[in-house]
């Protein structure tokens, strides 16, 4: 039988929002911590964030390119059950946290993805995102044909994903999980709380299928 499609929100910078993300039935939260981002967070406000955040529901923290003494400041502050690398790091430069991660990779058509895959022996996971200027969080999707039915590795798909194409991409990519920000907002860094539930909604309406 096929696992539930597990649901990441990422780029909250609200309490309300995280609120109404845990209320739609999100399984994890994503908390940025990349200063360029428009849904970068200080450690002030991921403190005030977490204590909106209830058991069971996770606590992602995103990173990119970040030197390792701002990922171990972030550890020891609030309870990460797991990181995201979405810039150019290595596996080494993953591991040296000695927590669960997930690489992004991003997809463009002439990727060799099981060779990236591969080249991230410590990731729990693999997350793909589209090929785009910057480094995430654009809401631009990729040609999901290009992910093929049999990697060596869970996949998260985001970029781009919406309540109204979540159900095509879990169709299509069979993903363990999928992670969603622009799609579920009404402007960066704002959630939108019928967004998020109808995204959730039209996750679960997929698994059903
Ligand atoms: O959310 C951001 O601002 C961000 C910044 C830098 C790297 C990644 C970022 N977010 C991640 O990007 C993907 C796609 O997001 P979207 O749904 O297309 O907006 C997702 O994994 C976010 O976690």
Redesign the pocket.
């Known amino acids: 039988m096929r696992l539930m499609t597990r649901i990441?929100i990422?780029?909250l910078t609200r309490p309300q929002d995280v609120d109404a993300a845990v209320a739609a039935g999100a399984d994890a939260i994503?908390l940025?911590f990349?200063p360029?981002?428009?849904?970068?967070i200080d450690l002030a406000r991921a403190i005030e964030l977490i204590r909106h955040v209830p058991p069971f529901v996770d606590i992602v923290g995103?990173f990119?390119n970040a030197a390792p003494t701002q990922v171990r400041a972030v550890l020891a502050a609030i309870p990460v059950h797991l990181l995201?690398f979405?810039?150019d790091e290595d596996d080494a430069y993953c591991r040296q946290f000695g927590r669960p991660f997930l690489k992004?990779v991003r997809v463009c058509p002439d990727i060799d993805l099981p060779g990236q895959m591969a080249a991230f022996p410590s990731a729990q996971a693999i997350?793909l995102?589209?090929f785009v200027e910057?480094?995430?969080?654009?809401?631009?999707?990729f040609d999901w044909t290009l992910v093929p039915r049999e990697l060596p590795k869970p996949i998260?798909l985001?970029?781009?994903?919406d309540a109204n194409n979540v159900g095509d991409a879990i169709r299509r990519v069979h993903p363990a999980a999928v992670?969603?920000?622009?799609?579920v907002?009404s402007g960066?860094?704002i959630k939108d709380a019928e967004k998020m539930r109808a995204f959730v909604i039209a996750v679960h309406r997929a698994d059903m299928q």
């Open positions: 990441k990422c780029g994503g940025v990349y360029a981002s428009p849904r970068y995103l990119v995201q979405h810039g992004a997350l995102d589209a910057g480094y995430g969080g654009s809401g631009q999707a998260v985001s970029g781009g994903l992670d969603v920000s622009s799609g907002e960066k860094g």
